[in-house]
């Protein structure tokens, strides 16, 4: 699919029965990447210095919050658990590919 760097940011989306709006900053308090919250219905995604995380990896850690606080899962404000989880789907997501033509010919 597409390459970490090349990742674009959705304006929004919508978990279960939140449509988050997205905001792409500057930077966020701390030297944060990302952070959400699902009071304000809003994430932001801090666009820079980046120089480890991709911002798709933070997009999908971000969103690894939303989905596992919609399920009311114990660990959806788990860094840990979301980091570790969010990584590997933003692997999936960067390195899937897919056939040129598919379907009947
Ligand atoms: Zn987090």
């Not at 929004?12 to 919250?37: A, H, P, Q, W």
């Not at 304000?40 to 210095?49: D, E, Y």
């Given at each position: 699919?597409?390459?970490?760097h ?66 009311h ?33």
């Amino acid at each position: 699919m597409s390459k970490p760097h090349d990742f674009k940011v959705p304006a929004s989306f919508t978990v279960g029965s939140i449509s988050y709006r997205v905001c792409e900053v500057d930077k966020l308090k701390g030297n944060r990447l990302g952070l959400m919250c699902t009071i304000l219905k809003k994430m932001w995604i801090a666009r820079g210095p980046r120089v480890v995380v991709p911002v798709s990896e933070t997009f999908w850690h971000e969103v690894t919050h939303a989905v596992l606080h919609d399920m009311h899962h114990p660990l959806w404000a788990d860094e840990k658990f979301v980091t570790e989880f969010s990584k590997r789907l933003d692997q999936v997501i960067t390195t899937a590919k897919f056939k040129e033509h598919d379907g009947p010919t």
